[in-house]
């Protein structure tokens, strides 16, 4: 059974920075490609960003390149989002997703979400 369990969520100013953290319970957890996506009020869940199993393809939503980072430890079968220069349209329900295909998290349709840490950006 997979589990993913995001942290790290809060209150932050604009241009401010934020470490969302997802702990998976997998046991495979390094062939698994892991992502983020959020949903802002009243709006779809859109990407974010994903890395593949080991982290050699990453791919980033337009709106967040070059403010935002993902990494992984697989050792500790955790995933990270860095986030910096935190704007007010990045407040959202940040998800933590996971699957075994590299392109389906990037497509939108992992097979596996977290349940959700809220950012909100205050201006």
């Known amino acids: 059974q997979v589990q993913l369990v995001e942290s790290g969520g809060g209150l932050v100013q604009a241009g401010g920075s934020l470490r969302l953290s997802c702990a998976a319970s997998i046991r495979t957890f390094n062939v698994f490609a892991m992502g983020w996506f959020r949903q802002a009020p009243g709006k779809d869940r859109e990407f974010v960003a994903a890395?593949?199993?080991?982290?050699?393809?990453?791919n980033y939503a337009d709106s967040v390149k070059g403010r935002f980072t993902i990494s992984r430890d697989n050792a500790k079968k955790l995933v990270y989002l860095q986030m910096n220069s935190l704007k007010s349209e990045d407040t959202a329900v940040y998800y933590c997703a996971a699957d075994k295909a590299f392109a389906t998290v990037v497509g939108g349709r992992p097979g596996y979400w977290g349940q959700g840490t809220q950012v909100t950006v205050s201006s």
């Open positions: 890395m593949n199993w080991g982290g050699g393809s990453i």
